[in-house]
């Protein structure tokens, strides 16, 4: 099964998301957004970015 993005309203009424793995675990969360679109344009913006990101590790490891 494929990952999924899920929009929904937090306690305070914010829209947000979250990345689902295909095993429904979260691997990734969105900021709050007070319209719908914009939690839609965050979503948009992941997946235009995401495809081409590049690892920037800041680890002392």
């Known amino acids: 099964m494929a990952g999924k993005f899920e929009l929904y309203k937090d306690k305070s009424e914010q829209y ?3 990345l689902k793995a295909g095993n429904g675990e979260v691997i990734a969360v969105g900021e709050a957004y007070t319209s719908k679109s914009g ?5 948009d913006s992941i997946r ?10 800041q680890t002392d490891d």
């Open 39 to 43: 939690a839609l344009n965050g979503i």
């Open 16 to 18: 947000r998301f979250r």
């Open 48 to 57: 235009r970015n995401a495809a081409d990101a590049v690892i920037d590790d």
